[in-house]
């Protein structure tokens, strides 16, 4: 998804480059044909390299997936024999679990603030650093940094420490007269901090953006700049449209993501979603209910239902694309 | 989809690394003739780490046939692991258990019946009957005491003086719950920390005070012992404590798991805190030893108070070792060495003979436990019995709606209905 993203600013660029010119761009012109036996053998090749990775799939990912949609339709204790129960493990999650509608929502929440505050910082940051000045390497990498870590227990330690009650941030607020106590232990800021520690990821996104904002063709700049927009004019006019394929993958890619975040809620509160269920994450409602309460057909049954949430969210984001993701080179 | 697929050649090699790990794992120790190895794992403290390692390295230098591997980690994170790995057919050959979930992993077949060996390669007629009586589960016996604990009361005498309160702690000295209210409202009034340590969280309190009233947490049926009004006229009890800081602020609560470093003790957010006196070690040495235990308040002859296993160990239904894990199980109950260099790290030993020694030598928090133990001796009832199958999704849901409770998001009587509910089905499953 990222080459293709990336193929149509390119492709964008190379067609407003060669639209004046005479003849077919090359990027048209007919690949180079192969005898079909050196095709052939060259596709073994291709196959070898990629055997690991097959193997890799089947094992780690098909394989696990199938046995997951089987256990969803048990009722696997994980230690014992699983025993076929049809559909019940979905109907009482639907039906009767009130913490499953109580986890979707806390999840909901977190994903409808963290994204869009995630993507904000992440494209501001980028326009920042997309200007030529010293030591830009050195910031990129700074502010990359944080996603790298992204996963890690120990960041989500950190943030515990920062926000708890007495920690740096609740006695920093203190010194300056606002008196909330730790975050991490009030029901009404909990989930904020998790938002905080997402946002504060925002490298991996804002790489992203840079790179798009490099394929912006300087002449669309320059050309509205003649026709007598200003830098904000420029932003919405030039910037954000041509911009929008790569918002648009940064936007899925970050969605799936925080839908499936764990490691932080379940650091922060010890694995339990308190206080008081603030940060039952839905991912980590779901591991509750396979490890602790050892409930683990339930728990796949929950994951499936995650898979086919996601996929349909994330079907509806591509098809509200067709109305405000710009390819140039489209005609409108 | 893209960072997806740039993780993927890393991801597949870290699979692949722990891969190898686990089928090199499996490759050891399980030759019938040559040494064998054996996995011991519990959770608790560094100190218990540190005596019980000791305790291990004896037993090696006596059996020199016998490698044992130990792991320990907290509550929370052993049993995250523990589940795993023996769902994943890599679980320890001698593992530690509690009440909660000695019935939820024999109930599901991953512990040993140990009957074959009492009396033969384990020895038990040192250990009371009422101890050993917490370790069966439909009259089998699946795992055996480490230890005897009563819940106790822990205080810092220093700040109980400074707020002009006495707790009770000759033989047969006792406080009712209005006196007990009364004082931690008085040192909670005195400012600087809270009188105890909001105690509504974990249901192991909320048993003890059934006790007083002739009820019981669950029937020997594993069926619920108590009604959403028992429950809501305890809750009641402790709020009227909140609200004059008797007991801690909600956020501090929220914290408790049992652990001597989230008690508030320890982080210096209250002056006395309920738990078990097996932890009392563990909390002098955290805190250091200006400490002091005294019995739980009741209004009834009954103080509530049992001697109860704090911990057990058990060996595990697939180990190929059970020979040799029942030997170390058989050494760390009765070998007076062990004994020694355990001593109250899991409570008072659960060998009489062990005990006594112990006691005679005892310092520290050791001697505070035995002390307490001597004091309370009359007052200590018969072991409540183990808990069913699905208890520990009961004691998690009584502590996540008693949170709801402390940040008054629900109405006490509703939140005890609540828990009755939750409980029932968990218990149905």
């Known amino acids: 998804m990222t080459r293709s993203a990336f193929t149509d600013a390119t492709g964008t660029s190379d067609t407003s480059d060669t639209s004046g010119a005479a003849g077919p761009p090359v990027r048209d012109s007919p690949p180079p044909t192969a005898a079909p036996g050196r095709r052939r053998r060259g596709q073994g090749v291709a196959y070898l390299f990629l055997s690991p990775w097959i193997a890799g799939a089947a094992l780690l990912t098909i394989g696990p997936m199938v046995a997951s949609l089987y256990l969803s339709f048990t009722d696997y204790d994980l230690f014992s024999a699983p025993n076929w129960i049809g559909v019940d493990n979905y109907a009482t999650m639907f039906g009767g679990d009130e913490r499953f509608w109580h986890a979707a929502w806390v999840t909901t929440k977190y994903v409808l603030i963290s994204v869009p505050i995630k993507l904000g910082l992440a494209l501001a940051v980028a326009l920042l650093l997309n200007r030529p000045r010293r030591g830009a390497g050195l910031y990129r990498s700074a502010f990359y940094a944080p996603s790298l870590l992204g996963a890690s227990v120990s960041v989500a330690l950190a943030w515990r420490a920062l926000f708890s009650t007495g920690g740096t941030v609740d006695e920093g607020l203190a010194a300056v007269g606002i008196d909330t106590g730790g975050w991490v232990d009030q029901p009404q800021y909990a989930l904020l901090t998790l938002v905080a520690l997402a946002a504060w990821q925002f490298g991996a996104p804002m790489v992203i953006f840079l790179a798009g904002l490099k394929q912006v063709p300087k002449e669309l700049y320059e050309a509205a700049a003649i026709d007598g927009a200003g830098q904000g004019r420029r932003f919405l006019s030039v910037t954000l449209p041509m911009l929008s394929p790569v ?35 839905y991912p980590l409602y779901l591991y509750q209910r396979g490890f602790t309460d050892f409930r683990m057909g339930y728990a796949s049954a929950m994951a499936w239902v995650l898979l086919a949430v996601v996929a349909v969210l994330t079907a509806l984001v591509f098809r509200s694309a067709r109305r405000w993701v710009f390819y140039a080179g489209e005609n409108r | 989809m893209g960072r997806v697929s740039r993780r993927g050649p890393a991801g597949l090699l870290v699979s692949l690394v722990s891969l190898a790990a686990v089928l090199s794992g499996c490759g050891g120790g399980d030759s019938g003739d040559g040494p064998v190895t054996l996995r011991f794992v519990w959770w608790g403290n560094e100190d218990r780490a540190k005596v019980t390692e000791a305790a291990v390295d004896a037993f090696r230098a006596k059996n020199p046939g016998i490698e044992v591997e130990t792991e320990y980690s907290g509550y929370d994170a052993y049993f995250q692991k523990l589940s795993t790995q023996v769902a994943g057919g890599a679980g320890p050959d001698l593992l530690q258990l509690d009440r909660a979930t000695i019935g939820e992993y024999a109930g599901r077949n991953v512990l040993a019946d140990l009957g074959p060996y009492l009396g033969g390669a384990l020895k038990v007629d040192k250990i009371p009957a009422n101890l050993l009586e917490g370790g069966k589960v439909d009259g089998r016996q699946h795992a055996v005491a480490a230890g005897a604990t009563t819940q106790m009361l822990i205080y810092v005498p220093s700040q109980f003086r400074a707020a002009g309160v006495t707790a009770p702690s000759a033989p047969g000295e006792t406080w009712t719950w209005a006196q007990f209210t009364e004082a931690m409202n008085r040192i909670g009034a005195a400012g600087a920390v809270a009188g105890t340590t909001d105690f509504g969280w974990a249901i192991d309190w909320f048993e003890v005070w059934l006790h007083q009233h002739d009820k019981s ?84 002859e009954e103080s509530g108070m049992a001697a109860l296993p704090p911990v057990s160990f058990g060996v595990a239904q697939r180990s190929k070792n059970k020979d040799a894990a029942v030997k170390l199980l058989d050494f760390l109950l009765n070998d007076p060495e062990a004994g020694e260099l355990l001593g109250a790290s899991r409570g008072v030993p659960p060998n009489e003979e062990v005990r006594a020694r112990v006691c005679a030598g005892a310092t520290g928090g050791s001697k505070a436990v035995c002390d307490y133990e001597v004091a309370q001796q009359d007052r200590i009832g018969p072991a409540f019995g183990a808990w069913p199958t699905g208890s520990s999704a009961v004691k998690r849901d009584f502590q996540r709606t008693y949170d709801d409770v402390i940040f008054d998001r629900v109405s006490v009587a509703d939140a005890a209905k609540r828990v009755v509910q939750d409980a029932e089905q968990s218990l149905g499953s």
């Open chain 1, 247 to 281: 918002i648009l993958f940064n936007l899925v890619l970050e969605t799936i993501h925080a839908f499936q975040a764990f490691t932080g809620a379940f650091v922060v509160s010890s694995g339990r979603g308190g206080p008081s269920d603030s940060t039952l994450l």
């Open chain 2, 217 to 300: 947490l669950y029937t020997p049926d594993g069926e619920l012992g108590f009604t959403a009004d028992d429950l809501a006229e305890y809750w009641e009890l402790i709020g009227t404590m909140r609200a004059g800081r008797g007991v801690s602020a909600a956020e501090v609560t929220t914290k408790m798991d049992g652990s001597v470093q989230n008690s508030g003790i320890v982080t210096g957010q209250t002056a006395s805190e309920v738990g078990y006196d097996s932890s009392v070690t563990g909390y002098f040495g955290a805190f250091g030893p200006d400490l002091a235990l005294a019995p739980l308040p009741s209004d009834a």
